[in-house]
């Protein structure tokens, strides 16, 4: 399965379907890549990543065409605070643990990988400075840019 299945199987979406010109899976996913570039700062610089997106890109993500313009647009800054404020922390973790799994292999010997993703930034179940993180392998992340979609 792709990032975008496991993010949609496992992370709810917490916001009615009016709201949903970006689904949370689709969301997700563009903080990921975002991450994996070294993209993160904020959701200013998520926002700005965002924009560099072409209209496929944003197809893939699932966006929806914006009434306005009839284009995806890419998101705004309080649309990434939007959803780290009501993603699902653990969720999120859990998701990102399956799909990370499947394609590297269960870590036998793990190492602590961490996405960045803080409770200074929204993502909290209740602890203080808790951070959603992943395992490592001895190898990396490696070749699984082309499963994002």
Known sequence: MSLMEVLGKEVSEFRSEQAQTYPVAGML??????????VMHGQ???AAFGRTLSQVQMRALKFRCVPRSNQREAPGETTFMRVFAGADAAQVERALVLWQDQMLGVAQDSLPVDFGFSAVRGWSSGKKNERVACQGMPGGLRGVWADFF
């Open 29 to 38: 996913a563009l903080i990921a890549m975002a991450t994996f570039c070294d």
């Open 44 to 46: 200013r610089d998520l």
